[in-house]
């Protein structure tokens, strides 16, 4: 477990480095829930004035990772075995409802640029097969692991964008288990003991994308909901 992720903050204060921070603290348990905390004291241990943290903490608050409990009080969100499981259920049943209406409402033009990202995808994952089929599995291929996941990401996050749907896209946002950050983080911890896992989860992605292509909204759907359980569920064991 990290020790210092409620240190000084060594760059210049900003609302987005205090959200992180936060969001690093409250995952590794420097903040534990039903832990409360204030403003003030959260300023004066990231080194920073109370107005970053005031804003991030209005993100953390609208994101149900802290709750507020008074005027002046708020406190870490203590989510129960059940909650969490009906999060992540919340967000599959989103995810594959935005693929559903995606493969009825994608442009020609998104559907090429989904095309393009899984195909700059599919050269970077060819580099890393080759490095470690140079270089054997113990091969530093973490900055390429990284390159992947953005990727995939910003897949995810255009197959939405297809919908055209501001308020669908904010519900799912605010349903979200993990930010992209922590899939991030946690991803890179499973693929060592799970590199067979990875790289079904990754094929899945081509699947969807044909689906798409195809206009097929029951595929598309069911695609999205077996990978986005599979991917919530993974993840939320560790």
């Known amino acids: 477990m990290s020790t210092d992720a409620l240190g000084p903050m060594e760059t210049m204060s900003l609302a987005d480095q205090a959200y992180q921070r936060l969001r690093t603290a409250v995952r590794e348990g420097v903040l534990r829930p039903g832990e409360k905390i204030t403003e003030r004291d959260l300023a004066t241990r990231l080194g920073v004035s109370p107005t970053p943290i005031r804003e991030a903490l209005r993100q953390l608050v609208h994101e149900k990772v802290v709750e507020r409990v008074g005027p002046r009080s708020l406190r870490i969100a203590d989510h129960s075995a059940a909650a969490r499981s009906e999060i992540v259920e919340a967000e599959v049943r989103l995810s594959a409802l935005m693929a559903r209406l995606a493969a009825r409402n994608a442009t020609a033009e998104q559907l090429t640029g ?6 700059q995808s599919d050269l970077i994952v060819a580099g890393i097969e080759k ?14 692991l990284k390159a992947v996941f953005h990727k995939l990401r910003l897949f995810h996050h255009q197959v939405e964008a297809c919908v055209a749907n501001p308020v669908l896209e904010g519900l799912l946002a605010q ?13 890179m911890k499973i693929v060592p003991e799970r590199g067979e896992a990875f790289r079904a989860r990754y094929r899945e992605h081509r699947e969807l994308l044909d ?12 695609l999205a909901a ?3 359980r599979t991917a919530l569920v993974q993840l939320s064991s560790l």
């Open 114 to 119: 989904l095309v393009s990202l899984l195909t």
């Open 131 to 144: 490095t470690v089929a140079e270089q054997g599995p113990e091969a530093d291929v973490a900055d390429q």
């Open 175 to 187: 349903a979200r288990a993990f930010s992209d950050e922590e899939r991030l983080d946690l991803t």
């Open 211 to 222: 689906a798409l292509l195809e206009r097929d909204e029951d595929r598309a759907e069911e």
């Open 226 to 228: 077996r990978h986005h």
